[in-house]
């Protein structure tokens, strides 16, 4: 287990880190059409919170997109890096994810996030964030539509209706099991949305959730069991 160490310069309040979305979004890369789905590694990563202790535990799992079979996988453990602020809640658990990414012994490959990318109210989501920083191939899956609205998917596997701010497609609610709620995703960075739904579809074979973002959900809070008070 890594610990993690918060950037001196990592922003403290709500103004430095809307300058640094800002500052990055522009950046994002949306016209790639990113690695084959089933093709090579993909790597799942989520966090768990003690709010007590103000403790972050992420974790970052690689399975073998072919198989699905678990490669490698690290976690790391630190203080929250910054309050809670909706819309800003990358910046609480970012230095984790990097952290813990950086642990692994092989390289990533995609990177799915339990959240947001463009789906975002700042169109910068942590998929996003995450892209631009690694320079990695990113998407998010969420559980929910966040603010945006969509239309019904049709009920079998497969099925998919836009996800939208206003006439704007941000993701798209996708249909990962029959007659089973639909998960929300959104381009992170490196990924057409297209590709992002065909490796959602790819990682979710026997659930609704990804197999990545049930890897490490499941790691990460197994990480934070296992940390102690300071």
């Known amino acids: 287990m890594t ?4 950037p001196q310069d990592w922003p403290a309040t709500e103004e430095q880190a809307r300058a640094v979305q800002d500052a990055l979004r522009a950046r994002v890369i949306l016209d790639e059409p990113g690695p084959p789905p089933g093709t090579g590694h993909v790597t799942g990563v989520d966090v768990a919170y003690d709010d007590e202790r103000d403790v972050v535990a992420a974790a970052a799992v690689v399975l073998d997109a072919s198989t699905l079979d678990v490669v490698a996988r690290a ?6 890096a910054f309050p809670y602020v909706p819309g800003l809640l990358a910046f609480r658990e970012i230095p984790a994810v990097l952290a813990a990414l950086d642990a692994l012994p092989c390289p990533p490959g ?75 995703v959104s381009v992170g960075h490196r990924v057409t949305l297209d590709n992002a739904c065909a490796h959602t579809l790819a990682l979710t074979p026997a659930y609704r959730l990804p197999e990545t973002t049930r890897r490490a959900d499941a790691l990460c809070r197994e990480a934070l069991r296992g940390t102690h008070p300071a």
């Open 3 to 6: 610990t993690v160490r918060i």
């Open 110 to 184: 995609l990177v799915v996030c339990d959240g947001y990318g463009l789906a975002h109210p700042r169109r910068f989501g942590l998929a996003s964030h995450l892209g631009v920083l690694t320079g990695l191939p990113t998407i998010g899956v969420a559980k929910n539509p966040f603010t945006f609205t969509h239309d019904e998917p049709g009920t079998p596997r497969g099925s998919a209706s836009p996800l939208l701010a206003g006439s704007e497609e941000v993701g798209r609610a996708l249909r990962t099991r029959d007659a089973v709620k639909p998960v929300f």
């Open 75 to 80: 976690t790391a453990v630190g203080r929250v």
